[in-house]
C-alpha cells in the first residue's frame, strides 16, 4: 500500500474513526485503526464491538493495499506533524509514514484479523439533514442514564411515526424529548433504542449545514447513520423503553416565564452548595418573583432571586440543581417557560418549537 493526503484531512479522519476504540478492550486488534485504498481515496474503519465507524477521505493512491494500524499512536504522530502532505506506506508488517523530512516507522497487524465492518442493508429508512440530526442528539442524550445496571435507559428512544420523527431519553429523574418534521412519511412506523454512547460520538462528527444529509436505517438489530463522508453502525438495545407519554402532562396549574440567562447565572450560584446538600434546590416561586436558596453544613448557604412573570398561584418546590443547570447551558432560546402543578408533580421546561424537558421534583 502507498498513499499520499493531506495531513488536515487524515487528522480529521483519525479523530472521527479512533472515537468507536476502546482503550479498555482486551482483544488486541481493536485498538487499531483499519486502513483500506478504494479508487483516489482511503477509508478508515473502527470498532469497539458495539459501534463501528468508517469514514474515508481524499488521496492519491499509487498502490492498493490494505492495513491495521494502531490508533492512538498513529493519532498522536500525525498530529505533531506541520500541515503538508502525508505518505503512508506499508508492507512487511510495518508501515513508514513520511512528510517533509520526518519519517516515523509504525507496526501494523494483517488487514485479515480487524472484523468485519456491517452494513445495515434491509430496513425502514429515513433521511434528515445532518444540522436537525446533530441538535436532536444534543437536546436528548444528555438525559440518558449513566447507570450500566438500567442498560435500556442508557440509550436514546428514535420514533419515526407519519412526517415526524421524536427522540426521547430518561434517567427516571428527568426526561427530554425532542421532534422535527421529516420531509417525507415513513411506511412503517420504527422504534428503535440506541446507546446514547455513539450517539453522542455522532454528535460531534455532524456538521451544522442544513444542506448535508443523514441518511438512518433501522434494522432488526442494528441501526446506521450514513452521510457523505461517514458511516456509523451500532448496536440496537433490546427491551421496553418506558411509556414517555404518561410522563408528560397533559395540563397545568402554573406557567412561569424567565430569561434564560438570568436563571442559568442563579443557579450556578446555588449549586456551589446545592452540590454539597444532594443538589438539592429550594425554589419559592411567587407573583414575579423566583427566589432559590441552599443550604449545607459543609459549604454554607446561598441564595438568588431572579425577576418571573407568572400565571397561578405561588408555589414551593425543590429540584436538582444540576438537573436544571445542564439543560439551561443547552438551550439556545433567551426566553423559556417553565410549568408547574403542584411541589410533589415534575416540572415541564418548553423552549422553542419541538422541545420539552421534564424534572422530578426532589423532597423541598
Known amino acids: 500500500m502507498k498513499v499520499t493526503c493531506e495531513r488536515s484531512y487524515l487528522a480529521q479522519a483519525l479523530g472521527v474513526a479512533g472515537r468507536a476504540v476502546s482503550s479498555r478492550n482486551t482483544l488486541p486488534i481493536l485498538t487499531h485503526v483499519l486502513l483500506q485504498t478504494e479508487d483516489d481515496r482511503i477509508k478508515l474503519s473502527a470498532t469497539d464491538l458495539d459501534t463501528f465507524v468508517r469514514c474515508a477521505l481524499p488521496a492519491s493512491v499509487a498502490e492498493n493495499g490494505e492495513v491495521a494500524l494502531p490508533a492512538a499512536t498513529l493519532s498522536d504522530y500525525v498530529s ?9 506506506e506499508g508492507g512487511d508488517g510495518k508501515v513508514v509514514v513520511r512528510s517533509g523530512h520526518s519519517r516515523f516507522t509504525i507496526m501494523s497487524a494483517p488487514a485479515e484479523d480487524f472484523p468485519v465492518v456491517p452494513e445495515v442493508t434491509q430496513g425502514t429508512e429515513i433521511t434528515v439533514s445532518s444540522a436537525t440530526l446533530k441538535e436532536m442528539i444534543r437536546m436528548t ?55 446514547a454512547k455513539p450517539l453522542v460520538e455522532l454528535e460531534r462528527v455532524l456538521t451544522r449545514n442544513v444542506e448535508d444529509m443523514v441518511t438512518i436505517r433501522f434494522g432488526s438489530s442494528q441501526v446506521q447513520f450514513q452521510s457523505e463522508s461517514a458511516t456509523l ?32 447565572g442563579a443557579v450556578r450560584r446555588v449549586d456551589i452548595v446545592s452540590r454539597s446538600a444532594n443538589q438539592k434546590m429550594v425554589c419559592k416561586f411567587g407573583g414575579a418573583m423566583l427566589a432559590m436558596s441552599a443550604e449545607s453544613s459543609e459549604a454554607g448557604q446561598s441564595y438568588e432571586e431572579i425577576p418571573i412573570s407568572m400565571d397561578g398561584t405561588d408555589l414551593q418546590i425543590a429540584f436538582n440543581a444540576k438537573y436544571l443547570m445542564e439543560v ?13 402543578n403542584g411541589a410533589l408533580n415534575p416540572g415541564i421546561l418548553r423552549a422553542g418549537e419541538g422541545f420539552i424537558y421534564i424534572v422530578m421534583p426532589m423532597q423541598a
Open 80 to 88: 505533531k506533524l506541520p500541515d503538508a502532505p502525508v505518505t503512508l
Open 141 to 195: 442524550a444528555f438525559a440518558a442514564s449513566k447507570e450500566e445496571s438500567r442498560s435500556i435507559l442508557m440509550g436514546v428512544l428514535f420514533e419515526a411515526r407519519g412526517d415526524t420523527l421524536t427522540l426521547v431519553a430518561t434517567d427516571t429523574h428527568r426526561l427530554a424529548w425532542k421532534q422535527t418534521r421529516l420531509t417525507e412519511s415513513v411506511q412503517t412506523p420504527v422504534s428503535a433504542i440506541v446507546p
Open 233 to 264: 453502525v451500532s448496536r440496537v438495545l433490546d427491551g421496553q423503553f418506558p411509556n414517555y407519554e404518561k410522563v408528560i402532562p397533559k395540563a397545568t396549574e402554573r406557567k412561569v416565564h424567565f430569561q434564560r440567562e438570568e436563571w442559568l
Open 328 to 340: 439551561l447551558g443547552l438551550i439556545n432560546d433567551d426566553e423559556l417557560s417553565l410549568e408547574l
